[in-house]
């Protein structure tokens, strides 16, 4: 099994170009999330999505948009990219967080973005 | 604002010392991971837990619940061990929240 995969590993933008990050799971899990990391910040939880054609925002929605149009992917989009946007992206799934089990995420590689 | 606060920052430990993680947190949870950062940028999920205590080989978790605080602790460090430690909550509502993570370098 792969696990989480991430495309791409690297990415360099310019202002206001559009990209699309792939999130792929291959454990048949329920739930997905997109994380940023920042320097001197601990991860945020930018949106995510407790199954196949759901999603829901995070901590730090904004500019950003998602699909999970199957269950095995969950796509991180940037409409018009900004350098605020310049971040470590990572995403994670676990399986049903079902009442009373709190299950551990598995996380992808990460995606270094750098918006110029 | 931070809901999760960890210390030390950074910590440089001697080959086969024992360490202590500390994580504080000032929300309600519903469970605290423990994840490992390595220095090539790869998060694996170390522990998840509620209540008491865990243990993994030489790595053992803890936290209570009413003083919203939990600890990491490293028996016998190794050089390998040296990552950095990032706590995270979790609230109902698929809500987490991460701290900034305990940088640490085992010398040998």
């Known amino acids: 099994n792969a696990g989480v995969t991430q495309t791409p590993k690297f990415r360099v933008l310019k202002t206001g170009q559009s990209m699309t990050l792939l999130c792929a799971q291959d454990?048949?899990?329920?739930?997905m999330y997109w994380y940023r990391q920042d320097p001197g910040m601990g991860l945020r939880l930018i949106h995510y999505s407790v199954g196949e054609g759901t999603t829901a925002k995070g901590e730090v929605p904004d500019g950003y948009n998602v699909s999970r149009l199957k269950k095995q992917n969950f796509l991180l989009g940037l409409e018009s990219a900004a350098p605020s946007q310049t971040s470590v992206y990572f995403c994670a799934s676990s399986y049903q967080m079902g009442q009373g089990s709190y299950n551990e995420q598995f996380f992808g590689p990460g995606t270094r973005l750098t918006v110029l | 604002k931070n809901e999760v606060e960890q210390s030390p920052q950074n910590l440089t430990a001697q080959e086969g010392e024992f360490i202590t993680i500390n994580c504080s947190y000032s929300?309600?949870?519903?469970?605290l991971h423990w994840l490992q950062q390595h220095p090539g940028g790869g998060i694996v999920s170390l522990f998840m837990l509620s209540s008491g205590k865990k243990k993994h080989g030489r790595l053992i978790a803890t936290i209570n619940i009413q003083e919203k605080h939990s600890s990491l602790h490293i028996t016998a460090s190794h050089p390998r061990d040296s990552a950095v430690y990032i706590c995270?909550?979790?609230?109902?509502?698929?809500?987490?929240?991460f701290g900034t993570g305990t940088s640490l370098t085992v010398i040998p």
């Open positions: 929300v309600g949870i519903s469970a």
């Open positions: 454990m048949n899990h329920e739930y």
């Open positions: 995270a909550v979790h609230l109902t509502g698929n809500q987490f929240y």
